[in-house]
């Protein structure tokens, strides 16, 4: 059987000049329908086309008109071709709609490239165990630099409430104001649902610290679903996805699984991007001298004039200092 109709739009990408006009119009599309991008493998996208109930699963490529440019999981996208989603069609992705948010990172931070891991997610909940294993907070720090950047809400989901007090941790963001939630081996996730409702969050945390565990509990066969390797067992489809996008139940919102993501490169993340995130500080720096990073070390900042002043508060001064330094810290 044949993977492509004679209608697949293969023939508007690569027109033959003797029958069609020249002209420097791209093809329109009109029977384009929209779909989001929820794993990409090796050059195969699998998409959800469709609302609710009548949502399909679509694999797709790209079109030739998209050229070099990126699909990444969370696209909303146009596509064309065989959008039934029987096994062994494919469509083409033939537009990537503008993100409203783009997680990215660069590949270390001696590599200037920066990739995009996730569009158009609206939260990045960084979870991390209060022990078993110890917090990291330079991680913390760092996913949370990465989440001021992409424009992101933080959250910091705090698990193994049980076996030690949330307290320490949060004092060291309370300033941030950084939102947070806490959980327990095998207790309730009402509080952690009701933050992810209507929206799409990013997950990430490192290994051990419960983020499986917390996918699995919120989405009910999540990595059978996504055909993700089970290191224990070793079954399931290998895919070299780092990311993929989950559906909660009942209309409840959309989660992305990292599970390929240990760290942020944060190379590509320019002072002024990470100051914007907090407009209370970003008004103090004004009058900064040209080129201030707003860092410790600069003579003339703006933040340290309102400190004197009594105009701000020295902790949150100190703590957005602490992720503006560690944007640079490549020692995780
Ligand atoms: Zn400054």
Same mark, same amino acid.
């Given at each position: ?17 003797? %029958? ?10 009109? /029977? ?33 008109? !998209? ?15 065989? %959008? ?15 993100? %409203? ?53 933080? !959250? ?5 409430? /049980? ?31 009701? =933050?992810?409702?209507? =929206? ?49 139940? /009942? ?41 201030? %990073? ?39």
């Amino acid at each position: 059987m044949s993977r492509y109709s004679e209608h697949d739009q293969e023939h508007y990408d690569r027109p033959r000049r003797r %029958t069609r006009p020249r002209t420097k119009e791209r093809p329109t599309y009109d /029977d384009a329908v929209d779909g989001v991008v929820v794993t990409v493998d090796r050059g195969r996208f699998t998409l959800w086309v469709g609302e609710g109930d009548e949502a399909v699963k679509v694999m797709a490529m790209k079109a030739r008109p !998209l050229g070099r440019k990126g699909v990444v999981v969370g696209d909303r996208v146009r596509v064309v071709g065989d %959008t039934s989603g029987a096994d062994g069609s494919l469509a083409r992705i033939v537009e990537v709609h503008e993100r %409203t948010a783009m997680l990215r990172r660069t590949a270390d931070d001696d590599d200037p490239v920066e990739r995009v891991i996730v569009a158009n997610a609206s939260q990045l909940v960084i979870v991390t165990a209060l022990a078993d294993p110890e917090p990291r907070p330079r991680l913390i720090d760092r996913a949370l630099v990465a989440a001021y950047d992409a424009r992101m809400q933080p !959250l910091l989901c705090l698990t193994k409430a /049980d076996l030690a007090d949330p307290e320490i941790l949060l004092s060291t963001y309370r300033s941030l104001g950084v939102p947070w939630v806490v959980t327990q081996r095998g207790g309730d996730l009402s509080e952690l649902r009701d =933050r992810l409702r209507g =929206r799409t969050s990013v997950m990430i945390g490192h290994s051990g610290v419960g983020k499986s565990t917390l996918v699995n509990a919120l989405v009910p066969d999540a990595h059978r679903e996504v055909g993700v390797v089970n290191t224990v067992t070793g079954r399931g489809r290998h895919t070299s996805t780092s990311a993929f996008m989950l559906e909660l139940p /009942d209309g409840g919102g959309w989660i992305v699984d990292t599970p390929g993501i240990r760290s942020f490169g944060l190379a590509h993340v320019q002072p002024e991007q990470l100051i914007g995130a907090f407009p209370d500080l970003d008004e103090m720096t004004e009058e900064c001298p040209r080129g201030c %990073t707003h860092g410790t070390d600069e003579p003339e900042c703006g933040l340290d004039v309102a400190v004197t002043a009594g105009e701000a508060d020295p902790e949150r001064v100190e703590s957005f200092r602490r992720l503006l330094a560690a944007r640079s810290d490549s020692s995780y």
